[in-house]
Structures are given as C-alpha cells and as structure tokens.
C-alpha cells in the first residue's frame, strides 16, 4: 500500500516535501532553538542538500519527509521524518520531528509522530522503527515514549552521541 504524500490529522496538514518548501526550511534550519537539539544550524547549502536528498529518498522509497502547518493554515510550522537512517550501527527506519519553537508544547510533535507510526506498521510494513535523540533533548525523547519507543542504546552518529530508541511490533 502507498504512503500518502499528504495527510491530515486531527490539528494538522502535512505534504511531502518539495521545492516550494525550501524557504520555510531554511526558516526553520536557521533557527538557533529549534536547531538546538538536532545538530545546531544549518546553512543554506546544507537545507539545500537536506532538501535534495530528502526529495530523491521519496523517489526512492515511496516515503520520506513531510512538511507539517496547521489544518487550514498557511505557515509551514515544522517537519515530520519517516526515512532510512544507514550509520556504521544502524540500518533501521527512523522517525523524526522538529517544529519551530513557537508550536512546541501543544502535543503538534505527538500528534505527527502517531501518524508517522501508524505508516510505519500499516503502509510500510514495519516490525520496527527507531528513533534519535541527543542525551538532552528531553522534549524528543517525552514524543517518543509516549508513541511507545524505549532507550535501546547509545550510539555515535557524525560525531555526536546519541541515544537510539526503538519500539517492536
């Protein structure tokens, strides 16, 4: 069964992502708070590649990232991630989010992450999805529990350590 390319859910639209995008990316990649947990800024050739291999990792998997706004609104808020993730000790599907910090705090990450679950073991057919957080980002890791992920592990990606939660099915 297809992933959807969009989707709605109770408080939120989502779409997958695309060129016309890249502007609120880059709002969003250049935001000291909400970068602060996931790597820390990026620049503007790095959300260009972010979004280059984000579109080709759609065309090549049927899933990827989608962009998430309030249902009706106009203003891209945040990202929704359901990709890949291949590291020296990883080679798992990942779930993933960040929202601008504005939104944080109304539950808008759970709310997404559910969704990105329920793709994970409906459409795609998973018996397992990870996610990745930073020792600190308690906020992450309160989204991931409450969508039934657990600490697995430490691991070290680019340079960084991180923990690795997973949730089996």
Known sequence: MPVPESFRTARLEAERIAPSHLPALRALHGDPEAMAELGGVRSVVETDRYLA??????????????MLRHAGGADWIGRLVLRWLRTENV???EIGFALRPDQWGRGLATEAAGFALGVARGELELCTLIGVTTPTNEASQRVLYKIGLRHESDVVIEGTHCMLHRVRW
Do not use: A, E, P, Q
Not at 53 to 66: A, C, E, K, L
């Open 53 to 66: 291999r984000n579109m080709s990792h759609w065309d090549t998997h049927g899933f990827g990232v989608w």
């Open 91 to 93: 080679h798992d599907v």
